[in-house]
């Protein structure tokens, strides 16, 4: 048998192919260009738009420069819960680098300011058109979801869903502040449509709440009545009696994603 010291022509195209796939990204790896996933797990404000007027600001509290941009919102890909929609309204950014007017990409940003406009600063640029990064990003955030979802079911002791029937004051007495951050506890008593973890052995599910507007407990969701919902409970001690199903995070109150794929992982 003839021993062939050069590759099959086949085999030659499909390692170029494969060595044309990864030598970009290791490029990019080495000069220290940031990933897609690492800068959208960073980022608490992530938007396509395009940069309006260069060297500007909308923001009073923010001096203009070369390294400031007014940008117009076309797409949120990502904004924290205590952000308004932005959609179509325009934003200062702090850039990295200057930009020009009509530039379109993805922004990668953490929110600096808060007035008669929203101020961001930039925290990275990724490689890539502005549709490939902004399909990356939507892939990134499943994934990020998912992972914290994971965690934040895994650390409730019962979730459940359901219309809040009820809220009222532990005892038929309202609670008074006795220290600075006081919780304020009241008690909702939600009516069960289902089940996802744990046991509620009831058709009716009582739990505590921080009815306080302070700003340790002003973003833990306040159920109101007629309220439908999924939320995740926690065992907390009570001062006399058997322990309590309390909710205790902002995040305890799930987006209607969230419910979904909640009630998805309970499925055998």
């Not at 934003?91 to 922004?107: E, I, M, S, W």
């Not at 990003?137 to 998912?146: P, Q, T």
């Not at 220290?179 to 009516?191: G, I, K, T, Y």
């Not at 002003?218 to 001062?239: D, F, I, M, N, Y």
């Amino acid at each position: 048998m003839a021993f062939e010291f050069f590759p099959r022509r086949k085999t030659v195209w499909a390692l170029y192919g494969l060595f044309a796939c990864l030598v970009p990204g290791a490029l990019a790896a080495a000069a220290g260009v940031p990933s897609v996933e690492s800068l959208t797990r960073s980022a608490d404000f992530i938007f396509l738009g395009s940069v309006i007027q260069a060297g500007a600001a909308n923001l009073s509290i923010v001096e203009p420069s070369s390294r400031t941009a007014i940008a117009r919102v076309e797409e949120v890909l990502h904004a924290g819960r205590a952000l308004d929609d932005f959609t179509g309204r325009e934003v200062t950014v702090l850039l990295r680098a200057p930009l020009v007017a009509g530039d379109r990409r993805v922004f990668f940003t953490q929110v600096q300011f808060l007035g008669e406009s929203l101020g961001v600063r930039e925290i990275g640029r990724a490689r890539g058109t502005a549709t490939e990064i902004a399909a990356a990003v939507r892939g990134a955030r499943e994934r990020v979801l998912e992972q914290g979802l994971a965690a934040r079911l895994a650390a409730a002791d019962l979730v459940i869903s359901g219309r809040v029937l009820e809220t009222r004051a532990i005892g038929g007495v309202e609670p008074q502040a006795v220290s600075e951050h006081d919780p304020l506890w009241r008690e909702a008593l939600l009516e069960v449509d289902a089940v996802f973890k744990g046991k509620a052995g009831e058709r009716t599910v009582s739990f505590l709440y921080p009815s306080s507007l302070d700003v340790f407990w002003a973003s833990v969701p306040k159920p109101q009545v007629g309220q439908k919902g999924t939320w995740l409970l926690h065992l907390r001690p009570a001062e006399e009696g058997a322990a309590v199903y309390a909710a205790l995070e902002p995040s305890d109150l799930l987006t209607a994603a969230e419910a979904k794929a909640a009630a998805g992982r309970s499925k055998p």
